[in-house]
């Protein structure tokens, strides 16, 4: 099975504001490598001191690096037609999106799933599913709030769950992980979502 897990780091609470954004790559159900940029966010050089304290990074560390409008001719031929996966999906997705458009970019064509919504359903009541207690608990160790770093643990956290669930192909999603992939395409979205147990029939009151 092929996926890509993605992670983005912003430098202020706005959602188009990414300064790193990380991809692992998942080739027949093993890590190929991972990739990390350094992104200059229209903010700059402001970065909100709170994001700071989370991830470290630095607004002179992003001083030299490409806005996201230059990256991008390098990052959309690697998600392209691809399945994408986030810890918290609903987040990096919207970092992508909100990104987009405020370079007025069309949004790429991709399939896309959120490990928290399908690790809920493997992993059934946890106290906790941010991705530093799930990392814990499958001993995977990580550098917490870095993007190459998130990304990886994400992908090592999908394999576990794959694996458990016995989810071979893509198709298996749905019913092995119990979720609905979203979907990002030209002029839209659709949100990815956790898939309702059906509902029990009630008995006919005679």
Partial sequence: MDFITLDFETATPERNSPCEVGLTF??????TGTQAWLIKPKSYPY????????????????????????????????????????????FDMSVLRATLTSYQLPFPELNYAC????????????????????????????HHHRAASDSLACAELT?????????SQLADFPEKLKINFGRLYDGGYTASSARKAPKKKQPFPY
């Avoid at 998942?26 to 890590?31: E, H, L, S």
């Avoid at 996201?68 to 037609?81: A, G, M, R, S, V």
């Fill in 115 to 142: 490990s928290v919504q399908f690790s809920k359903q493997v992993w059934q009541g946890l106290p906790q599913y941010d991705l530093k207690s799930l990392c814990n608990r499958h001993q995977i160790k990580f």
């Fill in 47 to 90: 970065f909100n001191s709170f994001n700071i304290a989370v991830h470290g990074i630095q607004p002179k560390e992003v001083a030299h690096a490409p806005e996201f409008d230059q990256l991008w001719q390098e990052l959309k031929p690697l998600l392209q037609n691809q399945l994408v996966i986030a810890h918290n999906a609903s």
């Fill in 26 to 31: 998942v080739q027949n159900g093993q890590i």
């Fill in 159 to 167: 394999l576990r769950a794959l694996e458990q669930t016995q989810c």
